[in-house]
């Protein structure tokens, strides 16, 4: 593991360190963005890349500021997690700009991450649609307060992205309903979309989970 360029901007995440592992970028056929959870560090989800066993996939991970992505609930009104939760937004799009410096396009860029991290990788795709290689949410979902709606496409589309939102079905952190709005919402937008919860799983990834990642970064290869 080794640390590439620093977040940039101006926010509470500005300066962290992007964490790099596998592949070299400019060797690689596709690349990870993995967003670790509150209270977490990148070596918790490179660990999590390692473990799919595949070659010639860059791993891409961003810090956040004293390990955590932005300060309140995910469910939170919006504005109670600014200016953290815009400087995180741009921490993943200092990622996938790395990916796309080294040559791999959106199409062989999947962005994941689990909890608070799940719901960042969601957020950022969802409002930077793309033809994405993929987006996994594992105990995440699309951010904001509840009764929050989310547009039609329109003419943004994700353009058959798989996505992938995984969760146990009595999270105690994720609501199983916001796990339902964030699928339908990226079906709305034109992703390829799994959903799957888990009875009782409690917050965590299970196997099941990983077999989806491992499937959906092997066809980019």
């Not at 996994?136 to 058959?160: H, K, R, V, Y």
Request: hydrophobic letters at 35%; aromatic letters at 6%.
């Amino acid at each position: 593991m080794s640390n590439g360029p620093a977040v940039g901007g101006d926010g509470p995440h500005a300066g962290q360190p992007i964490k790099t592992a596998g592949a070299p970028k400019e060797a690689a056929e596709a690349a990870l963005v993995l967003l670790h959870g509150r209270g977490a560090r990148p070596g918790s989800v490179l660990d999590l890349a390692d473990e799919l066993g595949h070659s010639g996939v860059t791993h891409i991970a961003p810090e956040a500021h004293h390990n955590t992505w932005y300060p309140n609930s995910f469910m939170a009104d919006r504005e109670a997690n600014q200016p953290h939760l815009d400087s995180a937004l741009r921490a993943v799009d200092d990622a996938v700009e790395l990916a796309l410096a080294a040559g791999i396009p959106h199409e062989n860029i999947v962005v994941t991450g689990f909890s608070q991290g799940a719901c960042l990788a969601s957020e950022y795709v969802y409002q930077n649609p793309e033809r994405y290689g993929g987006m996994a949410a594992f105990s995440g979902g699309l951010i904001g307060p509840e009764g929050m709606t989310w547009p039609e496409a329109g003419e943004e589309s994700l353009e058959g992205t798989p996505a992938f939102f995984g969760c146990s079905d009595e999270d105690p952190h994720i609501p199983e309903s916001r796990v339902h709005e964030s699928a339908e919402a990226y079906d709305a937008r034109g992703a390829d979309v799994t959903e799957r919860l888990y009875e009782g799983m409690g917050h965590r990834i299970n196997e099941d989970e990983m077999d989806w990642l491992r499937t959906t970064v092997a066809d980019l290869l």
